[in-house]
Every structure is written in structure tokens, then in C-alpha cells.
């Protein structure tokens, strides 16, 4: 299954967390239109990873541009331009199957629903 990886920072607050990912998947979507279209018509499925912090993000996807990944960077301006999140292409699996899922055991996931 086609997958897009979306990876925010983790020392950032949920919120933040994700409407930096949301910025960046629209980033992609104009950057890389026929992949998305791709992705879009197959699988639809996105996979929500984080890393600890700018630094490793950076790394993340300098790692990804260097093996030829589609990559999507997202800068906030409201944060003085730091990196906040990336969207990679599906080749990207190999780079983000270790990495934690996106406010994995926050609180927010003890809550009930009705």
C-alpha cells in the first residue's frame, strides 16, 4: 500500500503538532501534484510519525532528498522560520518504520469517547 509519511516534532505542543503537519501536506500537494494525485487515486493513507526535535527533523530529510525521496518541508514563520514538519513520498518507509506515531500516548488517547 502507497503510503505518505508526514513527521512532525515531537517537542512541539499537539496543536501545533498538527496543524505544522497539515501545512506541510498542503506543501507537498502543490510541490509534488502528481505523486499526491497518485497517492490520492491508490491508497489515500497517511502515515503520522514524529521525531524529538528541529535537529533530527533536518536530518530526517536531508536523509530522504539525498536517496531521491520527494520531500516537502514545512518552515513556520510564526516560529522564526523552524523547520516543523516534512511530508516524504512513499519510498520514505524504509526512513520512518522506527519512528513513534504522532501524540502516540498523549493524553488525549486515554479519553473516551460516547
Known amino acids: 500500500m502507497e503510503r505518505l509519511y508526514v513527521v512532525t516534532r515531537q517537542d512541539l505542543p499537539d496543536g501545533p503538532q498538527a496543524v505544522q503537519s497539515c501545512h506541510a501536506v498542503v506543501a ?13 487515486m491508490g491508497s489515500n ?12 527533523l533536518r536530518s530526517l530529510a536531508s536523509s530522504a532528498e539525498d536517496a531521491g525521496i520527494l520531500t516537502s518541508r514545512f518552515h513556520e514563520p510564526d516560529l522564526g522560520g523552524s ?6 513520498d512513499p519510498r520514505a ?8 506515531k504522532t501524540l502516540h500516548g498523549r493524553a488525549e488517547d486515554s479519553l473516551k469517547h460516547p
Do not use: G, Q
Open 28 to 40: 507537498f500537494a502543490i510541490e509534488h501534484r502528481e505523486c499526491l494525485e497518485r497517492w490520492a
Open 45 to 56: 493513507t497517511l502515515v503520522l510519525v514524529s521525531v524529538r526535535n528541529e535537529d533530527e
Open 83 to 88: 523547520l516543523t514538519s516534512v511530508v516524504m
Open 93 to 100: 518507509k524504509r526512513l520512518c518504520r522506527s519512528l513513534p
